[in-house]
């Protein structure tokens, strides 16, 4: 019987290395499923517990933030700026009508704050929130002089 010869001498040697490879690999998907907050992919984990995912984006003259927010209304939201510094709360409060027992609960109650270092100064007296289909949009104008500026070039 010939065996293959790999650099460790063992020849079934990679036929195990793929099972513990697959256990690993399994493993990593379990754990990532718990960081994510048991399959609700709109959260994520921050410094003080689950917070909802978001992207900010430059466009030039403003910042545009967005948000998921399932299940909330814009009275569970809280939005602050300050120079440069945003932050986001919000509280999810679920309640059963009156004479109803819950049998089954996959989206319970929910209270974040989120706050972050913008990368220029904005705006704060024209900034715009708005919320559509359980997603936030914040438009943050940026100030004068955060706003990039085009130098001219003149000929001599």
Excluded: C
């Excluded at 690993?24 to 003080?48: C, T």
């Excluded at 024209?126 to 004068?144: R, S």
């Amino acid at each position: 019987m010939l065996t293959r010869w790999n650099e460790f001498g063992f020849g079934d040697f990679d036929r195990h290395f793929s099972v513990l490879n697959s256990l690993r690999r399994e493993m990593d998907r379990v754990f990532g499923d718990f960081e994510r907050g048991y399959g609700h992919d709109y959260l994520q984990a921050s410094g003080q517990g689950l917070a909802p995912r978001l992207s900010v984006q430059d466009t030039g003259a403003e910042l545009r933030v967005r948000a998921e927010v399932p299940g909330l209304t814009q009275k569970d939201l809280q939005i602050t700026v300050e120079q440069s510094s945003l932050t986001i709360r919000g509280q999810r409060k679920v309640e059963e009508p009156k004479g109803y027992s819950v049998h089954r609960q996959e989206r319970g109650q929910l209270s974040f704050a989120r706050s972050f270092t913008l990368p220029s100064r904005i705006d704060a007296e024209k900034a715009v929130a708005e919320l559509k289909n359980g997603v936030l949009e914040l438009t943050l104008p940026k100030l004068a002089e955060a706003q990039p500026r085009q130098i001219q070039v003149r000929a001599s």
